[in-house]
């Protein structure tokens, strides 16, 4: 059995003139790690909502551990654990009495699960007389991670759980996801973030209400179907406008410091070309080089396809 | 039921640390209190006189004195004269001037009838009608001993006598009104807004994804303001009898049976509103706004309900501070039992078991 599916679910909003998820079907095994990535708006939210029992779906239905999120949402309401994107936690109330006030809420004790949070609530403890409220952005995110395990749920949502933490704290959190998935649980979290991707089981990549492609990370980068090059110069503003009007080429993106482009036409010496092309048109410090593609650019090739 | 009691705790938690619901809580009250029972009275109290005494004899001097002990009147001891008595009227340094005449002590002496003049500044005519009528008072007060106690020949004599207050005390009229007002202003508002930061936190989302019922949820913040608001009931009654010198003549049980269920009222009403609003500030608008306004003006303590046009008076019967008005005013300070207010507790039992159904059944499970 599946631990999570949905099947054509389909949600509107404002009386049905807005449609936040179109018609979107996928499923997550047992004990996966699923990551769901798209940009702001792309309806990651509203499917967790339907899929924690918070919102009604339009069309469709979804099952999570086989229970019906319509029919059977109490029986749903204890075994999911769930970190909403914009969940703060009562800032208030001290780090230890948030986790009492939730362990309590479903029906347990810290001590009886403590098992599952020790990694992450050891690393609280010394502040665990301190308000919420003072803690910092990583705090915050595994303080709530606590809450939503502490009644050691069978699967586990978390919505945009790493958005507004730095750097060193989202790899962190990271390497907890993957502790906890080895501890047999399912998750499913949501991502705006495409480096995160390759650190998912498998994922789903969703634009505007609906899914483009569910595979592997490393599947949905090989499926890449054409040679992607990374090209610089000294001024890549100027070079980013001259290649977007160069006929041959098909597509040309800035990505940090280099342009990802892709060619009509590759005949094999596109390196060539795109140098010779930006020599022409009296760039400097130019540098041209084939690439292996990552998550963002197959995204953004979906997306422009969905979009023609 | 552990859940309901740490949930309950919980809320205990936010008040106790937030010092703006604290404030509301407690602090509303007290300044309600004391600005009705004090400052905001329509009482005449110490007005100044000035008396102009041409007879000077022991009548006069009788009458004088019995003005001076009463603490309605300041007497001016300086004496004026015609113009400067116009003038004092125009500047507003006076109230009031009691003229005796040259013959007063003669004409009371011997003709038994004597006449004095009044002069009252009608520019505010309550405050003028009102210390005509002491002095009136205090000089048939005077006819009266004159008489040895007995019935002055000629005349009709009203005995005046107010019941329940016979002093005319304003703050009696006050309290229940303000007690009233405190309840729905800080029960509404503060149990809305209590619920709606649960959804601008994002944490009434894990409230609802948890196995914990959905309705405990709204019991669990309705009962720590139940239990702070008779707190603060008992705060105000201490106030009330303790610096406004009112008595609680009716039984005290009974009192705090009825504010139980009218607060119980308006933490329904604050749970409905929760139901609406969107933001706490939203919550607080229409709590404070929709609130405060109809307890002000339809209840009854401010402007009598008897004197409004009748649209009006049918729309203070659905103002459920009316009938609570009514109750309190009946049982504290007329000391009535139960019989007498089991209508009036009736509507607003009715009205409690309508608005707090009406929240429940509103009250969303989901999201949407």
Redesign the interface.
């Known amino acids: 059995m599946d631990a999570v599916v949905l099947d054509g679910i389909t949600k509107t909003y404002a009386g049905g003139k807005i449609l936040a998820v179109d018609n979107v079907s996928l499923t997550v095994k047992p004990g996966e790690l699923f990551g769901l990535i798209g940009p702001d708006g792309a309806g990651k939210t509203s499917i967790f909502?339907m899929l924690?029992?918070?919102?009604?779906a339009d069309k469709g239905t979804a099952t999570v551990q086989g229970l019906d999120v319509v029919k059977d949402?109490?029986q749903i309401?204890?075994i999911?654990g769930?970190m909403?994107?914009?969940?703060?936690?009562?800032?208030?109330?001290t780090v230890h009495?948030n986790l009492?006030?939730?362990a309590?809420?479903?029906?347990t004790t810290i001590e009886e699960n403590y098992d599952i949070i020790r990694d992450i609530y050891e690393q609280l403890k010394p502040f665990s007389d301190r308000r919420a409220g003072k803690l910092s952005g990583g705090m915050k995110q595994k303080l709530a991670l606590c809450?939503?395990l502490i009644h050691k749920p069978e699967v586990l949502f978390l919505d945009e759980p790493t958005t507004g933490v730095d750097v060193v704290s989202r790899r962190e959190f990271w390497d907890i996801l993957a502790r906890l998935k080895n501890m047999g649980i399912t998750i499913l979290v949501s991502t705006p973030y495409m480096d995160e991707a390759s650190l998912c089981e498998r994922i789903a990549l969703i634009q505007a209400g609906s899914i483009m492609q569910i595979d592997t990370p490393d599947k949905i980068v090989h499926s890449y179907p054409v040679r992607l090059y990374a090209a610089k110069s000294a001024n890549i503003y100027g070079l980013l406008k001259d290649m977007r009007d160069n006929a041959a080429v098909e597509s040309c993106f800035a990505f940090g410091e280099y342009l990802h482009l892709t060619m009509k036409q590759d005949k094999g010496n596109a390196v060539a070309d795109l140098e010779a092309f930006a020599r022409q048109k009296g760039h400097t410090g130019i540098a041209v080089k084939e690439i292996s593609p990552g998550i963002e650019d197959t995204f953004i090739r979906l997306m422009n396809q969905k979009n023609q | 039921m552990k859940q309901l009691l740490v949930f309950i705790r919980k809320e205990f938690y936010h008040v106790f640390r937030d010092r703006r619901t604290l404030l509301i809580m407690f602090g509303l009250p007290v300044v309600q209190i004391l600005l009705f029972g004090y400052a905001l009275t329509s009482e005449v109290k110490n007005a100044d006189i000035v008396i102009s005494d041409q007879s000077k004899d022991a009548n006069t001097e009788r009458i004088i004195s019995k003005i001076k002990s009463s603490s309605y009147f300041i007497v001016q001891e300086k004496q004026l004269a015609g113009p400067e008595i116009d003038a004092a009227f125009k500047k507003g340094t006076i109230k009031c001037v009691l003229v005796f005449p040259p013959q007063f002590g003669n004409d009371l002496r011997h003709d038994g009838k004597a006449s004095v003049q009044i002069i009252a500044d009608g520019s505010d005519p309550n405050t003028a009608k009102t210390l005509v009528n002491y002095l009136s008072v205090i000089l048939l007060n005077y006819q009266q001993e004159l008489a040895g106690g007995g019935v002055v020949p000629i005349g009709i004599i009203p005995e005046l006598r107010m019941l329940y207050n016979p002093e005319g005390n304003g703050s009696l009229n006050f309290i229940p009104g303000v007690i009233a007002l405190i309840f729905m202003i800080v029960c509404a508002t503060l149990t809305s807004v209590s619920v709606v930061k649960e959804k601008e936190l994002g944490t009434m989302e894990i409230l609802l994804v948890s196995p914990f019922h959905p309705i405990m949820v709204l019991i669990a913040k309705a009962i720590p303001y139940l239990v702070l608001s008779l707190v603060n009931f008992t705060l105000i009654l201490i106030l009330s009898v303790g610096f406004l010198d009112i008595a609680v003549k009716g039984s005290l049980l009974l009192l705090f049976a009825e504010s139980t269920l009218f607060i119980i009222t308006c933490l329904s009403v604050g749970l409905l509103i929760s139901n609406i609003a969107t933001s706490q500030q939203a919550a607080m608008l229409i709590s404070m706004m929709g609130m405060m306004l109809p307890t002000l003006l339809l209840t009854g303590f401010m402007y009598p309900l008897e004197n409004m046009p009748v649209p009006l008076q049918l729309v203070a019967n659905v103002v459920p501070s009316r009938w609570y008005y009514l109750i309190v005013k009946a049982v504290m300070l007329k000391g009535l039992g139960f019989s007498a207010v089991w209508r009036e507790t009736l509507v607003l039992a009715g009205m409690t078991v309508a608005l707090l159904s009406l929240a429940l059944l509103k009250f969303k499970t989901r999201l949407e």
């Open positions: 909502r924690t029992t918070l919102l009604l949402y109490r309401r204890k999911l769930y909403p994107g914009k969940f703060s936690l009562y800032q208030d109330l009495e009492t006030f939730f309590t809420l479903f029906g809450c939503a």
